[in-house]
């Protein structure tokens, strides 16, 4: 059975940073593409960020270029994803979610998610 | 970047059938595979169609996925409603959810 365990979410002041992890197991995780994917307070998903099985391919979502930056370890079977100059439109309840296949395609097993809250 | 939008909410009785539209903003709805995913209260979302019109093992055969070329949308079709569909549903293409749709089954 898949299962994606997030963790790192917590209360964080604007303009620091925060890195978030996500454990995974159940599947071969070198095999798989991977991805953040996040939901602000009333509001839908948003696709955040997504990594290729080798790394070798990442893309981010427009709002969070520049700052956010994911990263893998096979190794370790674990997705990251850090977090910088934060915002408070950045608080969210952020979801691991592993993709279909090798690529960036879409998710298809999610985690429960981690609450990040930006607010001084 | 293109839009995906669904309607806020939609609601029918048990045992009826409710469809769930997705319209793209621009390109073709037909570019990218098409996926729904079904989120139960407080639950991780879970995928119950994937590549347009195809169920994953353990949806039931209730959910059906299609697109459709001349209104640039894919709709979610569920019949045979139960309670227990109650939930929000959002389409994903590419790299964009829509905006989630609520299911009321009263």
């Known amino acids: 059975e898949v299962q994606l365990v997030e963790s790192g979410g917590t209360l964080v002041q604007p303009g620091r940073s925060l890195r978030l992890s996500c454990a995974a197991s159940?599947?071969?995780?070198?095999?798989?593409?991977m991805h953040w994917v996040r939901q602000a307070p009333g509001k839908g998903l948003e696709w955040v960020s997504g990594?290729?099985?080798?790394?070798?391919?990442?893309d981010y979502a427009d709002s969070v270029k520049g700052r956010f930056t994911i990263s893998r370890d096979n190794a370790k079977n674990s997705l990251y994803l850090q977090m910088k100059s934060l915002r408070v439109e950045d608080s969210a309840l952020y979801y691991c979610?592993?993709?279909?296949?090798?690529?960036?395609?879409?998710?298809?097993?999610w985690g429960q998610g981690t609450l990040v809250t930006v607010s001084s | 970047n293109f839009m995906l939008t669904q309607p806020h909410s939609v609601s029918e009785s048990p045992g009826k059938t409710v469809t769930i539209s997705c319209t793209r903003s621009s390109g073709s709805i037909a570019s990218n595979y098409v996926q729904w995913y079904q989120r139960r209260g407080g639950s991780a979302p879970s995928i119950v169609i994937y590549e347009d019109n195809q169920r994953p093992s353990g949806v039931p055969n209730r959910f059906s996925g299609s697109i459709d070329r001349p209104s640039n949308s894919a709709s979610l079709t569920i019949s045979g409603l139960k309670t227990e569909d109650e939930a929000d549903y959002y389409c994903h293409s590419y790299r964009v959810f829509g905006g989630g749709t609520k299911l009321t089954v009263l």
């Open positions: 990594i290729t099985w080798n790394s070798g391919s990442i």
């Open positions: 159940g599947f071969t995780f070198d095999n798989y593409g």
């Open positions: 979610a592993k993709g279909m296949g090798d690529t960036m395609a879409y998710p298809d097993h």
